[in-house]
């Protein structure tokens, strides 16, 4: 890591006034993108519950009493119609979920054949398939993927208060074999999964001080989940989430900041509220994995209204 970021430099940012903050956030945002463009996404579920993992969030853990039906790996037929679909929406980048420890040397295949499938289409590609080993890595690489998703969830001091299963230091080894085998970065985190303040800053800081900062910074907004140990906690105050939006954007100039969970229970005066804090990228779809995410009518509703436009396929 870097060194370069200290919490203590993430809290002043973070404790500006909210117009220093936003116009902050704006400059180093305009030096370094397009103010009005946004990169959109889809994530499909390729492999959807029993997950041996025990996040406290995930409706797809084994550990949790919730409504998700187990499905096997996908077809490949049916996620190349779901990836026409998206490019047709106007997505960019087509990321694919399994719900695994881990792939196998039975699953990474056929996963590896649905990214070239994908890349074909002439559409970025991205998976997360959990913790990774150094040749499955040089697999996905040599199939043509561009990012690989594993987030870090939140700060390592509160990291085995929400998980387990596997460690920080995990994540942090799976990110290496990543980068090792030159894909591009998707990491982020979960906001509101009752860690503090600190905490929020602490997970940027860790991002932030990488070797090579993510390409791709994914901030959630926990989805409660009935079934899940986080169903009944406090909500995050949106204010709150919008100030952790602006630090890192500030601290991650050249990451994509993308709103990703959490947008189908957010105003679209708070969405609107990320946006002018840099965030410059959103899934699209009606479903992330298994949660709920606006109809995509209504985020072009929304993108209109703010004047923004999708990027292309040149441009992203």
């Not at 410059?280 to 709920?292: D, H, M, Q």
């Not at 993108?303 to 436009?309: A, C, N």
Request: neutral net charge.
């Amino acid at each position: 890591m870097s060194g370069k970021w200290s919490v203590v430099q993430a809290s002043k940012i973070f404790n500006l006034s909210l117009p220093e903050l936003f116009y902050k956030a704006q400059t180093v945002h305009r030096e370094n993108f397009d103010a009005e463009t946004i990169q959109i996404s889809t994530l499909l579920s390729i492999k959807t519950g029993k997950c041996p993992e025990n996040c406290s969030y995930c409706p797809q853990s084994i550990h949790h009493k919730t409504n998700i039906k187990s499905e096997p790996l996908m077809d490949i037929s049916k996620v190349i119609e779901a990836a026409k679909a998206a490019k047709a929406n106007g997505s960019t980048r087509f990321c694919m979920g399994a719900a695994w420890r881990g792939p196998t040397s039975k699953t990474l295949p056929q996963v590896c054949e649905m990214v070239k499938e994908v890349k074909k289409l002439g559409m970025e590609t991205c998976v997360t398939l959990g913790l990774l080993k150094e040749e499955h890595a040089v697999a996905l690489k040599d199939a043509g993927l561009d990012y690989y998703n594993h987030n870090i969830d939140t700060s390592p001091e509160y990291y085995e208060k929400i998980i387990t299963t596997r460690t920080f230091e995990n994540r942090i080894q799976t990110l290496e074999h990543v980068r090792n085998a030159d894909i591009k970065v998707c990491c982020g985190g979960i906001l509101g999964m009752g860690e503090t303040t600190e905490d929020r800053l602490k997970m940027l800081v860790v991002l932030a001080n990488l070797e090579t900062q993510p390409e791709s910074v994914p901030i959630n907004q926990l989805m409660k989940i009935p079934g899940t140990p986080l169903e009944d906690v406090d909500d995050i105050d949106p204010f709150e989430f919008v100030r952790t939006i602006g630090v890192a954007r500030v601290m991650m100039p050249k990451s994509y900041i993308r709103l990703s969970a959490g947008r189908e229970n957010m105003s679209e005066e708070l969405q609107a509220l990320c946006f002018l804090m840099g965030v410059n990228s959103i899934f699209y779809g009606e479903k992330l994995l298994t949660s709920n995410n606006p109809a995509p009518i209504k985020d072009d509703i929304l993108l209109d209204k703010l004047g923004y436009k999708k990027a292309s396929l040149a441009s992203a």
